[in-house]
């Protein structure tokens, strides 16, 4: 993913810093419209959504010096893996919504997250053979080599690793509104498979350089180990999101019932007669209105 050379390689570096750009103001400026209007928004997920939009600009602004190969694993650690994990912690689609008036285009955005197209590719599985899938294809067949020397196709790819990678880390985190929320443990189930491939690819990796390609052992394998301790890095991380999500549900879970259960007994013994249960309700009703008052 390292940026093409020349006048049509910088083509793709100012529109993808445009891009970022454009997402990182969109998103500052919806946060404040709701902060004027007396909504609370955490001021961490700013910072998560603008970390995010920093770190795909980087990427594409050529990431760090050294060797082309770990200089580019470097690049897919930060497009793939930590920009979607800080872009979706930031919950931008739940900020959409509740900056958005009521009307059509609010009823239009949640229907289509609400929509089988949407839940086909939030599947965490679909998810995981899409981000996954397209790293197969791109560093065990000649696509890597391709891209080099095409700057276009290295932006699209640039564009898929990303699109794939926020994909996967909303379908794993599930923290903005979707058709369906998935149990944790296939959540968590889909992220451990997910980290066993990215290792073996890591791994392979280590073994041989992509097909087409040369690059020096020393380099080759210091990339390969950035993949694999960075991915794992990222992976730990996502699972701390997953774990934490299950236990806020259960704990929501627990303080309904305990809610019902609260409201349930005095009530249920307010409204039953003193004559006994084969009076109506009403009259039960009338009593505690009248011991009220």
């Given at each position: 993913m390292n940026p093409g050379h020349g006048h049509a390689g910088q083509l793709p570096l100012a529109a993808a810093l445009l891009l970022t750009g454009a997402a990182a103001f969109a998103y500052l400026l919806a946060s404040a419209r709701l902060r004027r209007r007396g909504d609370a928004w955490p001021r961490v997920r700013d910072a998560s959504f603008?970390?995010?939009?920093?770190?795909?600009?980087?990427?594409?602004?050529?990431?760090?010096?050294?060797?082309?190969?770990?200089?580019?694993?470097?690049?897919?650690?930060?497009?793939?893996?930590?920009?979607?994990?800080?872009?979706?912690?930031?919950?931008?689609?739940?900020?959409?919504?509740?900056?958005?008036?009521?009307?059509?285009?609010?009823?239009?955005?949640?229907?289509?997250?609400?929509?089988?197209?949407?839940?086909?590719?939030?599947?965490?599985?679909?998810?995981?053979?899409?981000?996954?899938?397209?790293?197969?294809?791109?560093?065990?067949?000649?696509?890597?080599?391709?891209?080099?020397?095409?700057?276009?196709?290295?932006?699209?790819?640039?564009?898929?690793v990303l699109a794939a990678g926020v994909l996967f880390t909303a379908a794993v985190c599930q923290l903005d509104p979707v058709r369906r929320r998935w149990h944790p443990v296939l959540r968590g189930a889909t992220l451990l498979a997910a980290g066993t491939a990215h290792a073996v690819l890591a791994k392979t990796l280590y073994a041989a350089p992509p097909p087409g390609t040369a690059f020096a052992p020393a380099d080759l394998h210091a990339g390969a180990q950035l993949m694999y301790y960075g991915g794992d890095a990222v992976e730990a991380a996502l699972a701390v999101v997953v774990a934490a999500s299950w236990y806020a549900a259960a704990g929501r879970r627990v303080r309904a019932g305990a809610r019902r259960a609260e409201a349930g007994g005095p009530s249920a013994g307010a409204l039953t007669p003193a004559g006994g249960p084969g009076r109506p309700r009403a009259s039960g009703s009338a009593s505690a209105r009248s011991a009220a008052r």
């Open positions: 603008a970390a995010g939009s920093g770190a795909v600009a980087w990427a594409a602004a050529g990431g760090p010096p050294g060797g082309p190969f770990t200089a580019h694993m470097a690049q897919h650690l930060a497009v793939g893996m930590v920009a979607p994990l800080l872009l979706v912690l930031a919950r931008p689609l739940t900020l959409a919504l509740r900056v958005l008036p009521p009307g059509a285009a609010r009823r239009g955005l949640l229907s289509v997250l609400h929509s089988r197209f949407v839940g086909v590719p939030v599947f965490p599985p679909v998810a995981a053979l899409l981000d996954l899938g397209g790293l197969w294809l791109l560093y065990r067949t000649g696509l890597f080599a391709a891209a080099s020397h095409r700057p276009w196709l290295h932006a699209l790819l640039y564009a898929h």
